[in-house]
């Protein structure tokens, strides 16, 4: 499996961002594409993730509301759109695939995109 992340930028708070996360290869379809993301000198945290049957998404508490996740499976894709972005939400995104909120569940992994918010 390889996930290519990409829509990572700069912009100001309260500005939106879209990343899109890729996927090919061998793939597995009870699965769950997920973001993380990992901001300096911090561990990296669950964000949003969505089942590829079934579409059935859930969030973090401090993006519920302004986050959304959605995926495309023609096109093996799965987006997150980002709005009322805080300078807290500055970090590297990771999309990943595998199943639940915890990295260690993870094992495909792809290379991040950055995120910077100016307040």
């Known amino acids: 499996v390889q996930l290519q992340a990409s829509g990572g930028g700069l912009v100001q708070a309260g500005g939106s961002l879209r990343l899109s996360c890729a996927r090919s290869g061998r793939t597995f379809s009870l699965t769950e594409m997920t973001w993380f993301r990992q901001a300096p000198g911090k561990e990296r945290e669950f964000v949003a993730g969505?089942?590829?049957?079934?579409?059935?998404?859930k969030y973090a508490n401090s993006v519920k509301g302004r986050f959304t996740i959605s995926r495309d499976n023609a096109k093996n894709t799965v987006y997150l759109q980002m709005n009322s972005l805080e300078p807290e939400d500055t970090a590297v995104y990771y999309c990943a695939q595998g199943r639940g909120t915890m990295a260690s569940n993870y094992n495909y992994w792809g290379q991040g995109t950055l995120v910077t918010v100016s307040s």
């Open positions: 969505i089942s590829w049957i079934g579409g059935s998404t």
